[in-house]
């Protein structure tokens, strides 16, 4: 599932959980109903554009997130120098900063 490649992705960039808590209840509970994290501090180093698909990898309902084939063909458009670039810190379009659930 993409949902867990996702995970796997912010981990690697952010050597952090997405929704870790301090008991599993809580995290649990998050996993299931919070948005990840992609705030400047953590993921400050990051292009927007792998942002982006982290974010959309991180979709909760399993419709809006993109298919397997999908989500790799945009992950090997990101190893352009091109995509690599990040954008202005105005940008529009950039994914979510912040959790919708307080940590």
Known sequence: DVFSAGVVMYVALSSKLPFTCADVRTTLLRTLHC??????PRFGHISWSVLYVLEQ?????SEGRPEAAAA???LE?????????RSP?????????TSSCSS
Do not use: C, D, G, Y
């Open 57 to 61: 990898l991180l979709t909760k309902q």
């Open 72 to 74: 790799l063909e945009a």
């Open 35 to 40: 948005q990840a994290q992609l705030s400047k």
């Open 89 to 97: 810190s105005s940008s529009s379009t950039s994914p979510a900063s």
């Open 77 to 85: 458009v990101l190893r352009t120098p091109f995509a690599q670039s």
